[in-house]
């Protein structure tokens, strides 16, 4: 009798055990599919990191590429942080959510400068003869009212208060 206590006691302690370890193995398997999920997550960071140097150049097509992809990250991080139990980690994906969102807002304000510099730097291109063509224009007209301003000074009167004119000035103007 007393071996046949010691065998249920023996059956017992292997039940329990196989239960702690399916549930060993469960939680494992849990954690392995997490890791890859969180793998696959930093691999599509890096592919939106790269992604957004492309949209700053302004082209449509990697827009719509680079918000695709970043919806698709956002809503993998959604998901893990579903399953996750820990609240540290929970805000931790939240804070790469709102990181995510922002470095989206910036990118494309970035893509609408660059588009916007574009834009200005064109006009300016078309605008520079006219602006050289101005400056010449301006130049010579100032020369003109430099030479002038100077013929005028030597028509000026000379002498005592302009009334006894020197002699020798009076000839080179004549000359002139």
Same mark, same amino acid.
């Given at each position: 009798m007393i071996l046949v206590l010691l065998f249920l006691l023996l059956l017992v302690l292997v039940y329990c055990e196989n239960r702690r370890m399916f549930a060993i193995d469960e939680h494992s398997e849990k954690l392995? %599919? *997490?890791?890859?999920? =969180?793998?696959?997550?930093?691999?599509q960071i890096l592919d939106i990191?790269?992604?957004?140097?492309? =949209?700053? &150049?302004?082209?449509?097509?990697?827009? %719509? =590429?680079?918000?695709?992809?970043?919806?698709?990250?956002? %809503?993998?991080?959604?998901?893990?942080?579903?399953?996750?139990?820990?609240?540290?980690?929970? *805000?931790?994906?939240?804070?790469?959510?709102?990181?995510? &969102?922002?470095?989206?807002?910036? %990118?494309?304000?970035m893509a609408n400068d660059v588009q916007a510099l574009h834009t200005t730097n064109t006009i300016i291109a078309r605008r520079i003869p006219t602006i050289i063509q101005q400056a010449k224009q301006e130049k010579q007209n100032l020369a003109k009212q430099i030479e002038d301003n100077y013929k005028t000074k030597d028509k000026k009167k000379s002498g005592f208060f302009g009334l006894f004119p020197s002699k020798k000035k009076i000839n080179d103007q004549i000359k002139k």
């Open positions: 392995f %599919t *997490q890791r890859k999920q =969180v793998e696959n997550i930093t691999i990191s790269l992604l957004s140097e492309q =949209v700053v &150049s302004g082209n449509q097509e990697s827009i %719509t =590429v680079y918000e695709n992809k970043q919806h698709q990250v956002i %809503t993998s991080l959604q998901e893990l942080q579903k399953q996750l139990q820990d609240e540290k980690q929970c *805000q931790r994906i939240a804070s790469i959510i709102s990181a995510l &969102s922002s470095k989206k807002e910036l %990118t494309l304000a």
